[in-house]
C-alpha cells in the first residue's frame, strides 16, 4: 500500500487523507466478512460492522504504522480487528442490559432488529473473529510482532480496559461520581481502545521504545479529549447529526465533564488534552520526513475536538 499520507502544495491535506484510509477500512471491514454459516449470524454481524461509523480507531492504527516508519497495508487486518472490538462495545453497551439504546450509527440498534441473544452473539463473533483476523490473516507480520498486537488487544478489550470501565460507569450511574473516578470510567471505557489503536499500529512497525512511550503518553490525551468531546455533543448535539440517541447522559444520570466543570471549561480541558497528546508526538515528527509522517496522527487529535458527530 503507498503511503497513507497525501500533501497537496501547502501542505498535508486532511480531507483528502481521512477519505483514503476510510475507503481502505470499508473495502477490508468488507472483506473481512465473507460469506459464511450460519447467514443470519453474519448478517447480524455486517448489520453493524459496516453501518459506517467514523473509523476513527483503525485509521489511528494505520497512521501510527505510518509513523513507526511501517507499510499501513501490512496493519490493515489489525485496523479490522479494532474496529471489530469497537463495534462490538457499541452493540453490547446498547443492550437493554447496559445502556438500552434503540438508535446506533444512525440505524436501529443490532438487538432492536435481531433480538438480544443474536446481538449478544454478533458481539460475541465480532470479538473473537477481530483476534483471528490478527492472528490468522495477517500475512507479512513477524510472529513476535502479532504477539504484541494480541496483548494490546487483550488488555484494551478486557477487565483492565472495555469490560473495567463499563463496569464502574454502569456502577456509579445516579450517584455523585468525583473528577478521578470519571476519569478511571473514562480512560477504561474508551481510552483503552484508543490507546491500543496506536499502539498495535506501531507495533507491526516494529516500533522503538521511545516512540512507544510517546504514542502512550499521545493516546492518553486524545482518549481522555475523545470522551469528554463526546459527553459535550451528547448535550449540543441531535439525535440525528449524532446517529444515537443525544441526551443520554442526562437520563441515566450519568456523571459526566459537562456536568462537574461545565461545558466551556470542559472543552478547554479538551483542547489542553490534545495540545499534550500533539507534544508527546514532537520529537518523532521533527525534519520533513518526521512532519510527514507524524502529520496525520497531529491532525487526528486536533479532528477529535473539533467533529461535530
Ligand atoms: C464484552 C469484552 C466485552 C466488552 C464490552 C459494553 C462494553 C464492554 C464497553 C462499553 C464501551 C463503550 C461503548 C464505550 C463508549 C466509547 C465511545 C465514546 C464510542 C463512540 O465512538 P465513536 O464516536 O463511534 O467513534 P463511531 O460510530 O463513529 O465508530
Known sequence: MAAVATTTGKGFDFSAYLEDAR?????ALDAALPPERPESLREAMRYSLLAGGKRLRPILCLAACELAGG???????????????????????????????DLRRGRP???KVYGEA????????????????????????AAERLLAVVGELSLASGAPGLVGGQ?????????????????????HKTGALLRACVLCGAH???????????LGTYARGIGLAFQIIDDI?????????????????????????PKLLGLEASRQRADA????????????????????????????ADYITSRDR
Open 273 to 300: 488534552l490534545v495540545g499534550e497528546a500533539k507534544a508527546a508526538l514532537a520529537p518523532f515528527a521533527e525534519g520533513e520526513l518526521g512532519g510527514l509522517k507524524a502529520a496525520p496522527l497531529l491532525a487526528l
Open 23 to 27: 475507503q481502505r477500512v470499508e473495502t
Open 204 to 214: 507491526i512497525a516494529g516500533a522503538s521504545a521511545a516512540l512507544l512511550e510517546a
Open 71 to 101: 507499510d499501513a497495508a501490512l496493519a490493515l487486518p489489525t485496523a479490522v480487528a479494532l474496529e471489530m472490538v469497537h463495534t462490538m462495545s457499541l452493540i453490547h453497551d446498547d443492550l437493554p442490559a447496559m445502556d438500552n439504546d
Open 167 to 187: 463496569v464502574v460507569d454502569l456502577d456509579c450511574e445516579g450517584k455523585s461520581v468525583d473528577l478521578d473516578t470519571l476519569e478511571y470510567i473514562h480512560l
Open 109 to 111: 440498534t443490532n438487538h
Open 118 to 141: 443474536n446481538a449478544i452473539l454478533a458481539g460475541d463473533a465480532l470479538l473473537t473473529r477481530a483476534f483471528e483476523m490478527v492472528a490468522l490473516r495477517s500475512p507479512g507480520v
Open 233 to 257: 455533543l451528547d448535550v449540543t448535539a441531535s439525535s440525528e447529526v449524532l446517529g444515537k440517541t443525544a441526551g443520554k447522559d442526562l437520563t441515566a444520570d450519568k456523571t459526566t465533564y
